[in-house]
């Protein structure tokens, strides 16, 4: 394991924890972890030995959100272009998969970095909350493109307007989160989720992934001949053919990304 400051990271059969690690202000970002956040998630992604990725926080919540003791920016949207965008994103566009693991309050742009996960696991005492109502301010980091894609314009509206607080089994219901589990198991099922995926051979999982994405944007005639390029790539695969002679073979395959 290696630890910064604020966050803490390491790997075990083939998946990458990564915890927030400001428990006395419930994983409230500052600038410090901003920036080392973006490092341990660039460092994921290159790690060839890493397949799949865990968000997580430390203590008693996911996050916070932003530490407003760590004072205001002269300018806002600097920050959020510079230091929150950059670290979204790459989760957004990694190759591989991320879960979050959400522990209690995930809130404000907490809330942001949980659903930009490609899969969520939320405690049953773990909810996300839109607190930007409270203190004047609007959703930021994407929430409300997760929002209105998850729930509809009105749903969504009325979740940032009422400053809801919703609840695991609800977020599940409602197709903000993927599972939910006892608290104390949170990290052990969500790791042997990630170990069971991370098994998977990596090329799919990886287009996939950028299936799904191009699908927010595309029409269906244009997703299906994109489907179409990727499968190209994947049945050219070394993994298609190991999956194959598996399967024959009534054996389990090893994939290796190839």
């Not at 916070?64 to 950059?86: N, R, S």
């Not at 980091?141 to 209105?148: M, R, S």
């Not at 069971?196 to 005639?221: F, G, H, T, V, W």
């Amino acid at each position: 394991m290696s630890e910064t400051e604020t966050v803490r990271y390491a790997v075990n059969e083939g998946v990458a924890l990564i915890t927030l690690n400001r428990p006395q202000v419930m994983n409230a970002f500052n600038h410090q972890m901003r920036l080392e956040l973006l490092a341990a998630v660039r460092r994921a992604i290159a790690d060839a030995e890493v397949r799949v990725a865990v968000l997580t926080g430390e203590g008693r919540g996911f996050s916070a959100g932003a530490d407003l003791a760590d004072g205001m920016p002269a300018l806002v949207q600097q920050q959020i272009d510079e230091e929150y965008k950059p670290v979204l994103m790459a989760i957004a566009e990694s190759p591989k998969p991320f879960i979050s693991a959400v522990n209690g309050a995930a809130a404000g742009i907490g809330s942001s970095f949980a659903m930009v996960c490609d899969l969520t696991v939320m405690a049953e005492n773990a909810y996300l909350y839109q607190a930007f109502m409270a203190i004047a301010l609007v959703p930021d980091g994407g929430a409300t493109w997760h929002l209105v894609r998850q729930l509809g314009r009105k749903r969504a509206f009325e979740m940032i307007v009422d400053g809801e607080k919703m609840n695991a089994a609800r977020c599940v219901e409602l197709g903000l989160a993927n599972r939910v589990v006892p608290a104390e198991r949170l990290l052990e099922e969500t790791l042997a989720w990630a170990r069971a995926i991370a098994r998977k051979a990596p090329l799919a999982l990886r287009y996939s992934k950028e299936a799904l994405n191009k699908a927010m944007q595309l029409d269906l005639a244009d997703t299906i001949s994109y489907e179409a390029k990727l499968q190209n790539i994947t049945m050219l695969s070394e993994d298609t053919r190991e999956g194959v002679e598996a399967f024959f073979a009534k054996r389990p395959p090893v994939f290796k990304g190839r």
